[in-house]
């Protein structure tokens, strides 16, 4: 009886552990998926609202410091012209 019990315990441990490690396993992928995205906001995409061709900081920049004139859009050197 005692072995029965011990068994039978051991296996809900068991079956504990394995959530734990999945539960793990789990957070550490969302977190490497995390990293990837957290990756990409600072380095976001500046693309040419017109032609979408990318845009350098600087140039961006420019249109963010002119939104009076180019609103929240981003546009190439070129394309600022025919803003
Ligand atoms: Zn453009």
């Known amino acids: 009886m005692r072995a029965v019990e011990g068994d039978s315990k051991s296996e809900a441990e068991l079956a504990i552990l394995i959530g734990a490690v999945l539960r793990v396993v789990e957070m ?3 977190k490497f998926f995390d990293r990837i995205d957290g ?3 600072p380095k976001k995409k500046l693309i040419c609202a017109t032609c979408s061709e ?3 900081f600087n140039v961006a920049r420019f249109c963010w410091l002119n939104k009076i004139r180019f609103g929240e859009n ?3 050197r070129e394309c600022q ?3």
């Open 28 to 30: 550490e992928i969302e």
């Open 81 to 83: 012209q025919a803003v």
């Open 39 to 41: 990756k990409n906001p």
């Open 74 to 76: 981003i546009y190439c």
């Open 54 to 56: 990318p845009v350098a």
